[in-house]
Each structure stands twice: as structure tokens, then as C-alpha cells.
């Protein structure tokens, strides 16, 4: 069977909310699931940094939210999450400084931060690199999963997109040592496709709409690269078929971005475009009315790969760092650490057991007296 890709232009509605509306309505046949039975439905945006560029537009949530409400769905069943990548940051105080937030408040809903629950251990079966992972809560909870990247450039994965923007259901530090298990560009790309692989085995009931309104390219994405209007917006059920259209629109060969080359290998989902039905705009008009998608070049990314998978992320990470003036010894740390680095007995200050910390930073991002602070490992510790 064809999986279906809806291409809506921006521009022909009088707001980003009702073109992500019409977007689900084109694919809605597509769907094997009724969202009005879902206990949980999770939204998981690209919440990257604190910068608007960087995240996907809180207009996508607001536009899923308005068809939620159409199909009847109650808002106590719907929550908005993600890990952002910037270390000691929050879903929440991304969402603060985007507007996110506010979104969420006036419509009534959950923004949860990954990070605020002890992480879930998941291993993958048939993964190349990446055999288990830490996922979030929110995420092995919720029976809908509704992702909304935004179509950016990146200095390590080629770009970032459907695929990519799982990275995010892994909470906080961890993220930068799974990381450590992909040194190259092609070995990253495996690892993304490994992580992804979980998804589409124990998240069946999945939805993308896809933020290609204002994208990110060039050499310094998916933080601060240079933006371009495109004015669209995608929606399908497949990650792997949505990025090869986005892909496919920006003109830019699938074969040179490793993880979605991998996933196509791997069947992770639909990678031929014969196999896809557009609705909506025609892709060849959309390929049309859209300049190329700058993207870094194969030897740029190897680079910065091999520079972050042997030296950068050794180099940056940190550790926890007990405040003592500021811990009432409540223990939420310790319940908390994935890895039970954590020591904790009633009545005392929580010890940290540095040979068995992760570096998740889990604790810090928990602890309700901003008890935890973190340094870097080693001598560079020193000067942090
Ligand atoms: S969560 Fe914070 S306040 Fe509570 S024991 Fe841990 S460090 Fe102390
Ligand atoms: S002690 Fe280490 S492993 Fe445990 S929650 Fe804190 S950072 Fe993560």
C-alpha cells in the first residue's frame, strides 16, 4: 500500500494553525488510530534552544491542538515534551522563551520535561551500534505519538527532520554519550537510525507534521544557520517517506544524509517516491517554488563528527555537584538517577558515586531546590 504525504502551502490559509489542520485532514484516511480512545497523546516538538529559529514553531502545536479538539479529543489527555539539547535546560524553559508555554496554558495542557521522570531502560533488537536506550516516560506511555520537527541543517547529521528529531525522547546528558558511539558521520547516522528503529517498533500509532514554513540552512545549523522561507508544511505517518520528500523538495540527494540512508536500508519505512502519494500541492510545483536546501557538505560533517564522537563530548562532559547549603535532603535525586549513582540514606546529604554516573544530568534537572550544579569532568572541572 502507498503511505500518503499531504503538501500544503502556507500561504493559501490565514494562519500556520489552519494550514496544519488542513495538512492532517489530506492524510487523515492514512490513520490507524482514533485519537478520541488515546489516554495520552504526546506532541513532541524540536525544542532544541531557547531561540525561535532553532525549535518548531509553537503555531504547529497550536494548529494540532485545534484538530484535536475538532475529533473531540479532551485536553487532559494531550501533553506537549522534549529534552532539549542544550545541557541544563528544560522543555520548559525553551517553551518559556519560544511562547510555547503559553500555548500550553491556554489551551490547558501538559509541557513536560523529560527529564522530570526516571528514564525508562528500552533495548533494541537488531540495532547496529545503539542496543539500548534510556527513553523518557512520557514517551513508552503514551499511546499516540505525534512528532513535529522542523526541517533544519546540521553540522553532524546532514540535516535534521522526522527522523532525527527521536534524538530528543532520550533525556538530557545522555544524549551526548550515545553519541559517543557513533564516531563518524555514517556511524552517527547508524545510531540515529538505530534510535529510530525503536520508535517505529513500539510506537505504532504515530503522526508528523512537518515545519518546512521557515527552515534552517547552512553550515551552522540546527542552532544558529541561516533561515529561508519555504512556506510549507508536511504531513504523513511515515518519518522516512516525510524526509525523503522534504529532502526531495530541497533538491538534496537522500544518499548523502547518512541516517536516512541507513533507515532506507533498513525498511524503517517507505524511501521510494514511487511509492508515496502526495496530496495536496504536487511535489513537482512544490520542488518548483522552493530555492535548494543548503545543506553542509559530506567532508564538513565527517569532520565535525570525528571531532565530537572522539574529543568534544569527552571534553564537555559534566558531572553533578552537590550545593550543600541549598539540599533539604529530600532524596528525589537518588530516586530519580538511571544509573544509581546516587547513594542516599534518610537524614543525610545524597552522595554522588562519579564512577557510576552517566552524565545524564537527570538529578540536576530534578532537584526542586536547585541543589545540583554541574561541572565538567576532570581538570577541566577546575576552570568550569
Ligand atoms: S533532590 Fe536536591 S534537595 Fe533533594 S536530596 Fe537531592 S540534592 Fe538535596
Ligand atoms: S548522578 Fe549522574 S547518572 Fe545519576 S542522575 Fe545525576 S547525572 Fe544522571
Known sequence: MLTKVSIVNVKDFDS???AVVEAIKLIEDNLSFNFKNSKQIL???????SKKNACTQPSFVEGVISYLKEKGVSMENVSVGDSPGQQGKSATDVGEKIGLLEICQKYGIKLVDFESDTPIIEK???????????????????????????????????MTGAIKNYWGIIQG??????HLLGKTAEQFGEVLADNFSWVVKNKPNRLIIYDLQNIMEGRFGPGGGSMKQWDLILAGTDELALDC???????????????????????????NLKEIEILGVPLEKAKNQTPKFNVPGNNFTSVISFMTGHVGYKIIKKIPNLIKERCVKCGQ?????PAEAIKFIKGNYPIFLRKKCISCLCCSELCPNNAIKTKMRGIAGLFD
Do not use: F, W
Open 16 to 18: 500556520i494553525p489552519k
Open 43 to 49: 506532541l513532541k516538538p524540536n525544542l532544541l534552544t
Open 124 to 158: 533494541i533488537e537488531g540495532a547496529l551500534r545503539l542496543k539500548q536506550i534510556h527513553v523518557a516516560k512520557a514517551v513508552k506511555e503514551c499511546d499516540i505519538l505525534i512528532n513535529l520537527p522542523r526541517l533544519k541543517s546540521h553540522i553532524e547529521a546532514t
Open 173 to 178: 546528558g545522555l544524549k551526548a554519550q550515545y
Open 245 to 271: 520528500v522534504a529532502l526531495e523538495i530541497g533538491k538534496v540527494k537522500t544518499k548523502i544524509v547518512s541516517h536516512v540512508k541507513n533507515a532506507m536500508d533498513r525498511k524503517l519505512g517507505v524511501g
Open 333 to 337: 535525586c537518588a530516586e530519580i538517577c
